[in-house]
T-cell receptor, first 114, second 109 residues
Framework: ETGVTQTPRHLVMGMTNKKSLKCEQH?????MYWYKQSAKKPLELMFV???????ENNSVPSRFSPECPNSSHLFLHLHTLQPEDSALYLC?????????????FGDGTRLSIL | DAKTTQPTSMDCAEGRAANLPCNHS???????VYWYRQIHSQGPQYIIH???NNETNEMASLIITEDRKSSTLILPHATLRDTAVYYC??????????FGTGTSLTVIP
């Protein structure tokens, strides 16, 4: 599925680095989401944006900082990460957060913290 | 949102129908049933969703029992590319999607 594109697909960084993950959706949706998927664990919702406004933050540490400049783009800024932050980070979008329409996912960024 | 119960794993012969069950006995009247799948190292892929009527699309069929306490996802002719983890989710409109551990389906040649 090419409706939601995430870059980079793989990222290796040290604990003191600063990097950003990017997500772009071409589906005309108004809601965007960040999820974390650690090995052998279910997906964990991190952040939700509806019409560019953050509507949910699931107690995510401040070393993860989301940014949603418009309804088509979503970023996750990373700073001073820990080894336990190594995971697959998934972006999703939906028509809005208030309908029964499904979310559509990108293929994720595989993040490894050294 | 209601909790779902799925078998941990299932096998299916290639070319046969794969029937994946999901139990959601505490579902409420306004909760939809959604199915996703995740192939290794890819993002979850939406398959189908429904409220109370059976649904069919180009990928699969969703059969929801009359009391809505369980549902079955049917892949009519399974191929090797259908090997994936399948997630059944129930959700009230406006709430978030909560993915459990799903069913690992292996399609066998």
């Amino acid at each position: 599925e090419t409706g939601v594109t995430q870059t980079p697909r793989h990222l290796v960084m040290g604990m003191t680095n600063k990097k950003s993950l990017k997500c772009e959706q071409h589906l005309g949706h108004n809601a965007m989401y960040w999820y974390k998927q650690s090995a052998k664990k279910p997906l964990e919702l991190m952040f939700v944006y509806n019409f560019k406004e953050q509507t949910e933050n699931n107690s995510v540490p401040s070393r993860f900082s989301p940014e949603c400049p418009n309804s088509s783009h979503l970023f996750l800024h990373l700073h001073t990460l820990q080894p336990e932050d190594s995971a697959l980070y998934l972006c999703a979008s939906s028509q809005s957060g208030f309908t029964n329409q499904p979310q559509h996912f990108g293929d994720g960024t595989r993040l490894s913290i050294l | 949102d209601a909790k779902t119960t799925q078998p941990t794993s299932m096998d299916c012969a290639e070319g046969r129908a794969a029937n994946l069950p999901c139990n959601h006995s505490t579902i409420s009247g306004n909760e939809y049933v959604y199915w996703y799948r995740q192939i290794h190292s890819q993002g979850p892929q939406y398959i189908i969703h429904g409220l109370k009527n059976n649904e069919t699309n180009e990928m699969a069929s969703l059969i929801i029992t009359e009391d809505r306490k369980s549902s079955t996802l049917i892949l009519p002719h399974a191929t090797l590319r259908d090997t994936a983890v399948y997630y059944c989710i129930v959700r009230v409109t406006g709430n978030q999607f909560y993915f459990g551990t799903g069913t690992s389906l292996t399609v066998i040649p």
